[in-house]
């Protein structure tokens, strides 16, 4: 049995928490506010956002960063992206060197255009920092509901470690060295479940949604390539497969936030009914200015911006979209 600290008690960190409590793992579960702590303690239910599942035993609820931190085998950094470098930050004192830490949030600086591992070795440089990511809504995990992701590392020990202590029945865990394309792919495809929201919210079809999620993984596969990414992992899990269920879920908060705006709410107005961060509108500034660093096209992403931060109407964006200079599919094929 190993012990574990999860860092958020947020849906998606109290879901893996209950995932590695299955195991027999002894987990501890932080909270920045000493009421969540005793309320979960009480109740042994994420009332507001997991209903009905209950917390097993062997999870211990903490509002002591140092507590949650000091002598654990693996920690699970599993708080919202805007907020991985100021927690990062707080655990700083607590984390031993070669600590494995892993985080499972989604997106990019803004500032630093760092992805989060990168942001996290910024704050921890003492550890052996590894991502976890793929179509996994914290609403499915927490049941038991089949479910598989993948795990990048930058060593195969690691790797293979974190795999092992996540892994059973019905949470699949795959192994990657490629670190870039899943947190790449896992906080662009938030931007593209965006769009794909409004295109609902504006009434239209299949046909549009497919389009752009087709369009939106090529966007982020050139972009990723250009970063030092492999196109296989844009194919994979934490691409392709990410995107869908992001694009097309009820659970989906990016999804459901488009859908808002394409109603004619404004973006502040979808991120408060919603409830929750809306990771991408913080991950869309991030990705249209690595598009222009890195000189890729990305015109679903230019438009995003534009309606989230520029007021452009969602049908107007949509139509600039639709309305751009005719182009093959892919320019590297070519006619005899």
């Avoid at 050139?222 to 934490?238: D, H, I, Q, V």
Wanted: proline content about 3%; aromatic content about 6%; glycine content about 8%.
């Amino acid at each position: 049995m190993s012990k574990i600290g999860v860092i958020g008690a947020g849906a998606w960190g109290t879901a893996l928490a209950i995932v590695l409590a299955g195991k027999d793992h002894e987990v501890m579960l932080w909270t920045r506010f000493e009421s969540e702590a005793e309320a979960l303690r009480e109740k042994r239910e994420l009332v507001d956002r997991l209903p009905g599942v209950k917390l097993p035993e062997n999870i211990s609820f903490t509002s002591s960063m140092e507590e949650a931190c000091t002598g654990q085998d693996m920690l699970v950094l599993a708080v919202a992206s805007p907020y991985i470098r100021a927690t990062a930050h707080t655990m700083k004192p607590f984390v031993k060197d070669g600590q494995i830490v892993v985080n499972v949030a989604k997106g990019i600086e803004e500032s630093t255009l760092f992805t989060l591992s990168e942001v996290i070795e910024d704050e921890l440089p003492n550890a052996d920092v590894a991502v976890l990511s793929g179509p996994s809504h914290a609403e499915e995990v927490s049941k038991g509901i089949p479910t598989t992701v993948v795990v990048g590392a930058k060593t195969k020990e690691t790797a293979l470690y974190i795999q092992d202590m996540f892994m059973t029945d019905t949470f699949r865990v795959y192994t990657s060295p490629d670190i870039i394309s899943i947190e790449l792919g896992g906080s662009l495809k938030n931007v593209i479940a965006l769009a794909a929201g409004i295109t609902d919210g504006l009434g239209f079809g299949d046909n549009t949604k497919a389009a752009l999620m087709t369009r939106g993984v090529a966007e982020i596969s050139r972009l990723g390539l250009k970063m030092g990414g492999n196109l296989e992992t844009f194919a994979g899990l934490s691409g392709i497969g990410d995107l869908i269920v992001t694009c097309t879920s009820k659970h989906s908060r990016n999804r459901n936030a488009g859908y808002l705006i394409g109603k004619g709410y404004t973006m502040q107005d979808a991120m408060d009914e919603v409830k929750q961060v809306v990771e991408g509108v913080y991950a869309a500034k991030a990705a249209l200015k690595l598009a222009k660093k890195y000189e890729v096209n990305m015109p679903i992403v230019e438009q995003i911006n534009k309606v989230l931060f520029e007021d452009v109407p969602a049908l107007e964006a949509v139509k600039n979209l639709l309305l751009r200079d005719k182009v093959s599919e892919y320019q590297t094929l070519t006619w005899e």
